[in-house]
């Protein structure tokens, strides 16, 4: 029904935002990621929305890009997942981030969200392995963890950050982030990829 709005930002409230548009300000729900990308009060923003209709609540759900609401969308068909469980996952973590740890069926990292537990972390993969389209995020996330191609080195320290107590996509992403990993021992890999996790 409503596929953005486009307006000026007039106020910013905890999680909501009021953008006004034709002199009408729409209350719009919103991650906490967005908060902190959004322009400053005053600058006009197009937000993709979502209209939540129930008997008891009409509610107007925001995100800066489609694809934060596509994601948005499909988090709320999981049973036991709301759109207020859905906009705390998506305030702490990336749609990216997301695909990858739903692709490596790794719940603990889910289940760092506010309000999110392992079993409904567990419930949220199994319903939506098969539903995500891949980025290019999680052919790189394939290519290191799974492809036989991959260095012992990127995997042996994948695997020591895994038992350090780090999620596996919080591991595979660190290593990505890591310059020149191919040249390094797993000694150094391991040095620099911790570096990008603090």
Do not use: C
Request: net charge negative.
């Amino acid at each position: 029904m409503l596929s953005f709005v486009k307006g000026e930002l007039s106020e910013i409230i905890d999680d909501m935002i009021i953008v006004e548009n034709n002199n009408i300000g729409f209350n719009i729900r919103v991650p906490m990621s967005l908060i902190a990308n959004i322009p400053s009060i005053g600058s006009e923003v197009k937000i993709y929305t979502y209209l939540y209709v129930r008997e008891d609540e009409i509610s107007l759900y925001g995100f800066l890009t489609r694809d934060d609401l596509n994601i948005f969308k499909l988090l709320i068909t999981v049973n036991g997942i709301g759109p207020k469980g859905a906009l705390a996952i998506l305030s702490t973590i990336t749609p990216n981030d997301l695909r990858m740890a739903i692709m490596a069926s790794d719940a603990k990292f889910i289940s760092s969200a506010p309000g999110i537990g392992t079993k409904t972390a567990q419930k949220l993969i199994i319903e939506l392995k098969d539903k995500i389209s891949l980025s290019s995020d999680i052919d790189t996330y394939e290519n290191v963890t799974a492809n036989a191609d991959t260095s012992n080195v990127t995997n042996e320290t994948i695997m020591a950050l895994v038992a350090l107590g780090y999620s596996n996509t919080e591991a595979t992403r660190a290593v990505k982030a890591v310059d020149n990993r191919d040249s390094l021992n797993s000694e150094e890999l391991l040095k620099q990829a911790l570096k990008k996790l603090f």
